[in-house]
């Protein structure tokens, strides 16, 4: 940050209370333009869903846009075009965290499982994160996501191999936890109806959860955010400024503690609002034209 944004700051207090909205903007692009740890990314663009055919030219494009900001980049699946994700983020000297997106239907699975392997194999992955809230959304039995995680460590010895739920999940799935190199969690206050202004302190309680059932395994925060707009979640709302705040002390605490972090999302995706109601399309740091927040 400049001098005159740590000022700023430092005559707020890190809960940034009381200061204007001008005040607010100046630090946050300061934040953007000082980089992160991670992004999760958000290839989508406005009229597709996952199903669709993503393109190299849009995957160039999208990652061309974060390039300056991040180290590293998470993807979610490795077909319909997604697989070109690591590849191109590779190229622009990002690491990745590649994840095979698991479900319901066995070919599909089969398929991100071997693509991912593939990529490893290639030397596109950094860490691979074998399926995405399997558990939480109840698709696969746990028995069947251990056979998933075991196939993908067995052939590709020399990379991380991890599972991405939510932090609770691994104190509730010892087996799961036993499995992972690292323990890949996703932490999200505003979900749980947290009010913003306590989020900071929601947040650190989920990764020490995550960090004492992992027992002494690295813990990377794989998702968190705020949204934008939309509808209130008991105490947690949607807004600018809360989303700005949330980002701004998210990032601070990612720098001061050494806490690696994927930040949800790069980019607003429009169709999200069908399975997370109207808050889901407002998660990115850009937005649906790819253009930076305020």
Not at 7 to 29: F, V
Not at 75 to 83: A, D, Q, V, Y
Not at 115 to 120: E, G, R, S, T
Not at 263 to 279: L, M, Q, R
């Amino acid at each position: 940050m400049s001098f005159k944004a740590e000022k700023i700051m430092a005559l707020a207090g890190k809960n940034l209370q009381g200061l204007s909205s001008n005040e607010l903007i100046e630090i946050y692009r300061e934040m953007i333009q000082a980089g992160m740890h991670g992004l999760c990314f958000s290839p989508y663009v406005e009229g597709q869903q996952p199903g669709d055919q993503l393109t190299e030219a849009q995957v160039r494009s999208r990652l061309e846009v974060i390039r300056p900001y991040t180290k590293w980049v998470r993807s979610f699946s490795c077909t319909e075009g997604n697989e070109l994700i690591p590849k191109i983020a590779k190229e622009f000297g990002i690491k990745t965290l590649v994840g095979a997106w698991l479900g319901k239907n066995e070919e599909i699975n089969r398929k991100e499982v071997e693509n991912l392997i593939k990529l490893a194999k290639e030397g596109y992955v950094d860490i691979a994160a074998v399926g995405n809230e399997v558990m939480y959304r109840k698709d696969l039995t746990e028995d069947q996501l251990l056979e998933f995680i075991l196939k993908v460590k067995n052939a590709i010895p020399g990379v991380p191999v991890g599972y991405v739920d939510a932090y609770y999940e691994f104190e509730h799935r010892p087996g799961i936890t036993e499995a992972c190199d690292v323990i890949l969690a996703n932490c999200y206050p505003f979900w749980e109806g947290c009010a913003l202004e306590y989020s900071l302190l929601y947040i650190k309680d989920m990764y020490q959860r995550a960090l004492r059932a992992g027992n002494g395994k690295k813990v990377i925060i794989t998702e968190t955010g705020w949204p934008s707009q939309g509808t209130n979640l008991y105490g947690a709302v949607p807004s600018d400024e809360n989303f700005m705040k949330y980002f701004i002390n998210i990032q601070n605490w990612s720098k001061e503690e050494s806490i690696d972090i994927h930040y949800f999302s790069s980019f607003d995706e429009s169709w999200k609002v069908g399975t997370e109601g109207d808050v889901g399309a407002y998660w990115g740091l850009w937005d649906k034209d790819e253009k930076l927040k305020y």
